[in-house]
C-alpha cells in the first residue's frame, strides 16, 4: 500500500539511532513511507545519545526475508542460554508458538509468566498497528519481547528471531517493526502427475513457515492421477495418494505454521482420472474423437461428480480459499467451438439464449462450481485462461484471477482483468513456474533472476503493470508442476526450488530492490538454514 512521507507522530521512535531495513512502518496516524531505504541492512543512523559500555550500535539481523524497519541500539543483543533461558506466553493462546520456538532455542517452556533475564516472552498487542501479521521484537535488558496484533505475527516474529541467533550468532540490541508487503505469499506443488510423498511435503511445510509464505497449493487431481483418498468415488484414486488421515496431519502441520492449504480439483479440463473409470462423460467432437482430459460440460452428470468431490473434500480443508481450476477446457481452443462440439452449443443456447456460445458455457460451469463452494465459506480462485471472452457470460466477480501466462488461447492482459477491478494472484510463468523436464519454452527458474528482476507487479512477461493495481494484486505463487514427472526426484526438486523460494518470497515481503547482493543473499541462506 502506497502512503505519503513518515509524519512527525509517526510509529518510529528515535531513540539513540534508527537503522532502517526499510524506512516503512505504518505510524499512529496511519502515515507512512513504502519508498525509503532498501531491505536488507541499509542504515541511516544518528550517533546514541546515551551510549553504554564499548558496544556499537547494533545493525538490523540478517534474516530472510529481510526485516523492514529496525531502530538500533546499543547493548549486548540476546541469544539462547539453553540453561537457564526460557519462552514465556503473556496468553494461554501463544502456547502453540512458544513451545515450537522453545523446542528449536532448546529453552524450557515456561508457560502464562513474567519474562527474566535470558528470557522471551510472546505477548499479544490487540491494539497494535499494522494488521495480523506484523509484529515488534525488542531485544533489550538481555530479553527478548515479541508482540503483534494476532498470532500470526507473533509467530513470524519468532521466525525472526529464530533466523537472527542460527549458527551460534547474536540477536542484535534493539527494535524491529516487521510485516509484509503483500497479504498471499504461496507455494504450490503438483502432486497429481507426481506422487510427493508426505515426509517430503511436510519438510516443505516447515521450510514454508519458518520462511513466512502463508499458503500451500495442492493440485491433487489431473489427467495422470487423482492422489487423495475419497469416499465418495473410489474408483477414480491412483494407488499412490494421500489418505484422508495424511492430509488431516498435514492440514495441522501447516496451521501450526500460519499456512492455509489451498486445494484445487481442476475442471472441466485435466479430468482425466476421473474420465477413465467414468468414460461416458468424456468430451467427444462432432467425429466422435475424444478430447483429452475435458468432461462434457453439456451433461449433468459431469457436473454432479464433480461437485460431490468439492463437497467431499471442502470438510478436509477448512482453510478460507478453493482454487477452481478453469484452465486449458481444449474445447474452446478449437477454430470453431459451436462446429466442433455441436452438443456444447445446443447446451449454451438452451441455457443463455439464442446467442449463447460455448463459452458462456464455460464460464457458467465456472460460476456453477464457486457457488459449490462458496457455502463452506470458500473463497474462489481460478486460472486467468478459465476467465473467458467472446460470450455475454461473466465470471462471477469474487473469484480471483490466478494469473500464470499469456500464451494460452483466450488469456488476456493482466490490465484488462485489474481495470476490471478483479483481485489477482501473481503465478507469473516466466519466473515463478518449475516445470519437470522444461518442456516446450520452460527454463527451470533461478532464484538470481526472481532476487533481481521480478516483483509482484510483474504478473505476464518481464513487464510490469502499472503501480496503481498494487493493491489488487494480492500476492504471488511460486509453483512446481509435474509434466515429466521422472525427470526429477523428490530431493532433486526440493534442491533446485530451494533459492527460487527464498528470492520470491523477499519480494513478497517487501517488493522494492534488496541491499544484498545476489551472491551475499545466497550466503545469508546457507547460514540460516
Known amino acids: 500500500m502506497r502512503r505519503g512521507p513518515v509524519a512527525a507522530a509517526g510509529g518510529v521512535a528515535v531513540v539513540g539511532a534508527v537503522v532502517l531495513a526499510v524506512g516503512f512502518w505504518p505510524g499512529g496516524d496511519g502515515a507512512g513511507s513504502d519508498r525509503a531505504a532498501p531491505s536488507g541492512g541499509r542504515s541511516a543512523a544518528a550517533p546514541s545519545t546515551s551510549p553504554t559500555k564499548s558496544y556499537a550500535l547494533s545493525k538490523p539481523p540478517a534474516t530472510i526475508p529481510a526485516v523492514r524497519e529496525h531502530t538500533a541500539a546499543r547493548g549486548p ?132 513457515g519458518d520462511l513466512k509464505y502463508n499458503q500451500l497449493g495442492l493440485h491433487f487431481s489431473d489427467d495422470q492421477a487423482f492422489r487423495i483418498e475419497s469416499d465418495s468415488h473410489p474408483e477414480i484414486v491412483s494407488s499412490d495418494h494421500l489418505t484422508k488421515d495424511q492430509v488431516r496431519g498435514l492440514v495441522k502441520l501447516a496451521e501450526s505454521r500460519h499456512i492455509t492449504v489451498v486445494p484445487e480439483i481442476d475442471s472441466p479440463g485435466h479430468l482425466g482420472a476421473v474420465t477413465r473409470e467414468h468414460p461416458s462423460l468424456q468430451l467427444r467432437n462432432a467425429r466422435g474423437s475424444v478430447t483429452r482430459g475435458a468432461v462434457d460440460i453439456s451433461k449433468p452428470e459431469a457436473a454432479k461428480i464433480v461437485d460431490e468431490l468439492l463437497k467431499e473434500y471442502a470438510e478436509l480443508f477448512p482453510g478460507a480459499y478453493w482454487h477452481l481450476g478453469a484452465d486449458e477446457y481444449l474445447a474452446l481452443t478449437a477454430k470453431n467451438p459451436e462446429a466442433s462440439y455441436p452438443q456444447l452449443a445446443a447446451a449454451a443456447r438452451e441455457r443463455y439464449g439464442a446467442g449463447g456460445r460455448v463459452q458462456d458455457l464455460a464460464t457458467g460451469w465456472l460460476n456453477d462450481r ?101 493493491d489488487q494484486i494480492l500476492g504471488g505463487t511460486f509453483a512446481v508442476w509435474g509434466d515429466l514427472a521422472n525427470a526429477q526426484t523428490q530431493e532433486q526438486v526440493a534442491a533446485g526450488i530451494r533459492m527460487p523460494l527464498r528470492a520470491t518470497v523477499q519480494k513478497l515481503w517487501d517488493p522494492r530492490k534488496p541491499a544484498l547482493a545476489w551472491k551475499d543473499f545466497v550466503k545469508l541462506a546457507d547460514e540460516v538454514r
Open 77 to 208: 543483543g540476546w541469544r539462547p542460554d539453553e540453561g537457564e533461558g526460557r519462552v514465556v506466553v503473556g496468553d494461554g493462546a501463544l502456547a502453540d508458538e512458544g513451545k515450537l520456538l522453545a523446542g528449536e532455542l532448546k529453552l524450557k517452556y515456561g508457560g502464562e509468566s513474567d519474562p527474566g533475564k535470558g528470557d522471551v516472552q510472546l505477548t499479544l498487542d490487540e491494539g497494535g498497528k499494522g494488521g495480523d501479521e506484523s509484529y515488534t521484537l525488542t531485544v533489550k535488558g538481555e530479553r527478548v519481547r515479541i508482540s503483534a496484533p494476532a498470532e500470526a505475527g507473533v509467530f513470524y516474529g519468532t521466525r525472526t528471531l529464530k533466523q537472527a541467533v542460527s549458527g551460534g550468532r547474536t540477536a542484535p540490541e534493539g527494535v524491529v517493526r516487521d510485516r509484509p508487503a503483500k497479504p498471499q505469499r504461496g507455494f504450490m506443488i503438483d502432486i497429481a502427475r507426481k506422487h510427493f510423498d508426505l515426509k517430503w511435503l511436510e519438510d516443505r511445510v516447515r521450510e514454508l
Open 370 to 470: 464457486a457457488d459449490t463452494v462458496r457455502p463452506f465459506d470458500k473463497k474462489p480462485k481460478a486460472w486467468n485462461d478459465g476467465f473467458f471472452r467472446g460470450g455475454s457470460t461473466q465470471a462471477a466477480d469474487d473469484i480471483e484471477v490466478a494469473y500464470w501466462t499469456g500464451k494460452e488461447i483466450g488469456a488476456r492482459e493482466p490490465d484488462e482483468y485489474l481495470k476490471a477491478g478483479r483481485k489477482l494472484v501473481n503465478y507469473n510463468d516466466e519466473y515463478l513456474y518449475y516445470v519437470l523436464g522444461q518442456p516446450q519454452t520452460f527454463r527451470y527458474p533461478t532464484g538470481q533472476r526472481i532476487y533481481e528482476s521480478w516483483t509482484p507487479l510483474v504478473v505476464r512477461g518481464t513487464k510490469p503493470v502499472s503501480e496503481r493495481y498494487d
